[in-house]
């Protein structure tokens, strides 16, 4: 019988499986998908205009980096450092605008993912382990059921935030009032490029990063024992177009660290925007990696890549 383990929002309970279940079709999730895909694509046929891109762009920079990267993942989830509660409302407002789900939901998500992955054996859907189509489909347009789920748990200060309550419960909705300004500011144009297919191509790049940096890529360390590993995806390029988040074997190793291109040569953006607030006095309480013991079974494997050096643990220090 395969012996589970916890984690600190998923509680196994007598008779939990994490393997037992099924994968089904989620209409809200794949319509949501469709819808934003084909509006998104109209808006790029009947206005192709450089102020829409523009608008396109400044929008997704915005709410992907600090949003989803910073104010969702970062922060919210594993509380690499610490703001102001109006901060914190702002920044995972921002996330919610990618699209992907409200604070409880991206919580759930992200930790039923690492539980998953936690385990001696990993089911293919959380494990991204089926092939580039198949996992597009299944992260996109389908959810993994359970038949034994364990337990999940949201501290009581998020679970009980009254915004975060009703951004959760009107996810969908928050795209409303960025829309109408939009309209207000320059048309159809600007929604259709501003909303929609933002909303698209932030899901859909959000697949493709988790996609390939759970199958391939550098590894800087290794998490022994373990059947999924993270790996880097170590492109520069990726690096600014995901904000850091390309660096996923990083995150593997030290989750709790707000820095995610933790070695020299390894550019974070969202890193630099959590150095920009604690510079404005608006963030402090900063983790990195060295910042918590190693997690179990943290193994540096070699040869170290270009963009680092082959310390066992990265500098604590802030502004290396």
Known sequence: ???????????????????????VWDATKSLWFFAHAGLGL???????????????????????????SVGMHRLLIHRSFAAPKWLERLLVWLGTLVGMAGPFGM???????DWHQRQSVCPPHPSHAAGFWRDAWWQLHC????????????????????????VESTLMLQ?????????????WAFVLWGVSLRVAV???????????????????????????????????????????????????????????G?????????FWLVRALVWLGMARGVRLPGSEPPREGLARVGPPSQNGPSSSTP????WA
Not at 8 to 23: H, M, Q, Y
Not at 107 to 113: C, L, S, T, Y
Not at 262 to 270: A, H, K, L, M, S
Request: glycine residues 10%; aromatic residues 8%; contains cysteine.
């Open 262 to 270: 933790v070695e020299p040569r390894q550019p974070d953006p969202g």
């Open 175 to 187: 795209q409303l009032p960025l829309a109408a300004v939009l309209y207000a500011v320059g048309g």
């Open 107 to 113: 919580i759930r998500a992200h930790d039923m993912r």
């Open 315 to 318: 500098s604590a220090d802030i």
């Open 202 to 260: 932030s899901l859909a790049g959000h697949w493709a990063v988790g996609h390939y940096a759970h199958r391939r890529g550098h590894q800087g360390w290794r998490v022994e024992g373990l059947p999924v590993q993270g790996y880097d995806l170590p492109h520069p390029a990726l690096a600014i177009l995901t904000f850091g988040e390309n660096w996923h074997g990083n995150h593997h190793a030290f989750p709790h660290s707000a820095r995610l």
């Open 1 to 23: 019988m395969q012996s589970l383990v916890s984690t600190e929002r998923v509680r196994v309970l007598p008779g939990t499986s994490a393997t037992k279940g099924r994968i």
């Open 143 to 166: 959810r993994f059921d359970l038949d034994r789920p364990p337990r999940f748990e949201i501290e009581a200060e998020v679970l009980r935030d009254p915004f975060h309550r009703a």
């Open 42 to 68: 109209a808006g790029v046929v009947l206005y192709p205009q450089p102020d829409a891109a523009a608008v396109f762009v400044v929008l997704t920079g915005v709410t992907i980096c600090a949003g989803h």
